[in-house]
């Protein structure tokens, strides 16, 4: 089982939806989790960062760590045509960091 | 501050040459990480310092790569010889702490 799945997309949803990205992850012993966003040939971007459990919000973005399921998400409200990225969890445990391999989103004018 | 500032942007090469990518991290920042990104095997870290020691090199894949940071300022990763496997986006990226990671644009490799 890899340590971090993520469902690669491609996910098209059209402008104004709300966007749910998840990961799902096999080692408890990850303490923080991140989301990235990365626009084509551009390196990846930090959306915001959750420590342990909980929700967090930032504008349009709210991440969600649900440790008993070993689940984390990132919601998009109000979708914009610039949210159109490959979206990549990361979870960090001691000194180790994995990534996801991202999911591709398209939102739809 | 311009950000982390990697060079050169674009790499093609033949194989059995050797690749020298550069890394400038954001001034301050005491992290600094190689990871090497594709289609297959998604984000892959490499090997991260910390103060400019090198601290875990188990993601490089073979004795070809190696990587070094002489100063704060600066750090390269090496391939000799290169292989068209090697072919890749390569980032760097540096941080003040291990999860609040800022990454350069990458250096696009191909290995002909």
């Known amino acids: 089982q890899k340590e971090v799945e993520q469902d690669p997309g491609p996910l098209s949803v059209p402008e104004g939806a709300i966007v749910s990205l998840n990961c799902t992850y096999s080692n408890s012993a990850f303490q923080y989790f991140m989301w990235y966003r990365q626009y084509s040939r551009k390196g990846p971007e930090l959306l915001m960062y959750?420590?342990?459990?909980g929700n967090k919000e930032d504008g349009r973005f709210t991440a969600q760590v649900d440790k008993s399921s070993k689940y984390i998400s990132l919601f998009i409200r109000d979708s914009q045509p610039s949210d159109s990225a490959t979206y990549l969890c990361a979870m960090n445990r001691d000194d180790k960091i994995i990534f996801g391999k991202g999911t591709r989103l398209h939102i739809l004018p | 501050d311009a950000g982390v500032i990697q060079s050169p942007r674009h790499e093609v090469t033949e194989m059995g040459q050797e690749v020298t990518l550069r890394c400038k991290p954001i001034?301050?920042?005491?992290?600094l990480f190689w990871y090497r990104q594709t289609m297959m095997r998604g984000l892959e870290l490499l090997i991260y310092?910390?103060?400019?020691?090198?601290?875990?090199d188990s993601g490089m894949p073979e004795d070809r790569f190696s990587a070094k940071m002489p100063n704060a300022s600066f750090s390269t990763l090496k391939i000799q010889p290169s292989e068209p496997r090697d072919s890749a986006v390569y980032f760097c990226a540096s941080s003040s702490s291990f999860h609040e990671q800022f990454f350069g644009p990458g250096t696009r490799l191909t290995v002909l």
């Open positions: 310092f910390n103060n400019n020691v090198p601290i875990d």
């Open positions: 959750t420590y342990s459990s």
């Open positions: 001034s301050g920042h005491d992290y």
